[in-house]
């Protein structure tokens, strides 16, 4: 670590961006404007994980999202078909894809409304799930065996030269920390994989194995970019992905892509945004290096002080303002005030047995933030 004039700061914008461009509603100074200039332009740093996704997409970017793999024009891959009869059609907001394979066919159907937009969402929601039970595992897994990763090392460069110095252009891995957590986080509804974790362990392993050829082709291929922080692995939460579960499913993989990461000396990233109460002893062991989008009490159990003494300084924390603490309505000016006294002291508290920390909004500024109290975090860590 190296001494810095000001605090790190770089929390993320491109909810707030998305909504206000939807409800027209964005101050004409920032129109026009990507996440790296807007970052400039407010006084802090960018937060560039995975990419800027207020960019366009392509037609078919999407069509395999309901996969759990999106292509952007920043990510370090795309994810393409091969060999198997695929159609994919945007019906208004409704997006459907069909795949035939050996054993029949998948579907599987999102929606993305002007609704959601104004709420700044970017990803469509799932309506129906490629695994419905574990008789379609067959089916699905077929499918992971036709897709090809293609490496798009100068596509992430641009990326990286976008971002500049203002923050670290963090790139694509995988969401899904390994093909069982993908299941769960991605292919399945959340209930249903809940039952066939239990009953049909034998069937879900053996989808893992096949599928796992994919993972360590994203894995390959994220390692070709020039990207010195790579994301892998997402959305932990102490009962989502409950520690014995985070044992055996998830604490191996991150084992692996760890080791393959700081071999390139690249380092690893994971999206923590979760309830990680009882987790931290598992996260030390994974030998990721950022627990970003860190999210404190009171939206979790977790203070940031006490999460700082858990982790005892083997990862860098990246967040821990709540986004609440941004929303007048659900946080008065006494409770942010007392918040920025409260984060004044920890800014100023370092030592081996902490873990280092990067000051953001966990998970995201939300559309309705209070610009003033972003503006009075901008201060804070300024004075630093």
Known sequence: LKDT?????APRMDLWFIAQQARKTLPERYIGMSMAELALEMGFACHAVRGDFTLERRPGDLALRGLGFDNHPDYPYRVELRDLPMTYRQDGYRHTTRIETSAGEITFS?????????SGISLPFVLSYPVESVDDLDRVAEVFEHLEVIPTADAYSS????VGTNGVAVANGCIA??????????LMPMDRFYYAYHDSHERIAEFSRRVT??????LDASLLSEAEVILWGANFDRDLTWPPFFETEILPWLQKVARRMHD?????LCHTDGENGGLAHLYRQSGFDVAESFCPS????????IFREDLGGHSCIWG?????????DSCSSETFDRLIDDLDRELGTQGDRLSPLVLGVSDNVPPDADLARLAALTRLCNRQ
């Open 298 to 305: 009171p939206m979790t159990s977790v203070p940031l002080s």
């Open 177 to 186: 920390a390994s093909p069982v957590h993908l299941l769960l986080h991605e």
């Open 5 to 9: 004039d000001r605090f790190a700061w």
């Open 264 to 268: 390139s000396h690249r380092l690893l």
């Open 320 to 328: 821990g303002v709540p986004s609440v603490a941004l929303l007048p």
């Open 110 to 118: 999102l929606q993305l409304t002007p609704d959601m937009a104004a």
């Open 213 to 218: 050829p994919f993972f360590d082709s994203l």
């Open 159 to 162: 990326f990286h030269q976008r």
